[in-house]
């Protein structure tokens, strides 16, 4: 096997995926963006506008621009927040249900093929990576001076 970055890894193989899903979304007139933000949003409740940001690990800015998008789309609406005057709560609309239903089945489709393909005990070995990963960026144990991490 040839010598990879486990940074390499990561971005190559979430590239993948993103391509996939965009091609995906092509056919039901969406984006993997957009399908990410639907399934993010409560299809019940709905979700605080000032929450959606931070649940899909985004910036304001680009989200914002991606709520525009979808609101025009007529995908959701944005209504106050009973429980809090200032804000505001993003609704999905009934063609924001069915997008959202078919971003879901595509997002269950590709895990179906994945746990087809591969051993759960690899599988699980993967998530146990993952997370380390994450709680090292996390704890901020990547980039410290004179220590190891472990």
């Known amino acids: 096997m040839k010598d990879i970055t486990v940074d390499y890894a990561l971005r190559a193989t979430w590239q993948a995926v993103t391509k996939m899903y965009n091609e995906e979304a092509k056919n039901y007139d969406t984006t993997m963006a957009i399908g990410f933000t639907l399934l993010s949003i409560d299809p019940k409740t709905g979700t605080p506008s000032t929450a959606l940001g931070p649940k899909m690990g985004m910036e304001a800015t680009s989200l914002s621009r991606i709520i525009k998008s979808i609101e025009s789309k007529g995908l ?3 209504k106050p927040n009973p429980d809090d005057g200032r804000g505001v709560l993003i ?6 249900l069915e997008k959202r239903k078919l971003s879901k089945e595509v997002v269950m489709r590709f895990n179906e ?3 087809l ?11 146990e990576v ?10 901020k144990k990547v980039y410290i001076k004179n220590s190891t991490t472990k």
């Open 113 to 115: 093929v994945v746990k």
């Open 117 to 127: 393909n591969i051993p759960n005990e690899k599988l699980q070995h993967f998530f």
């Open 130 to 139: 993952t997370d380390t990963i994450n709680k090292l960026i996390a704890e």
């Open 91 to 96: 609704h999905l609309t009934p063609l924001g």
């Open 76 to 78: 959701i609406e944005r």
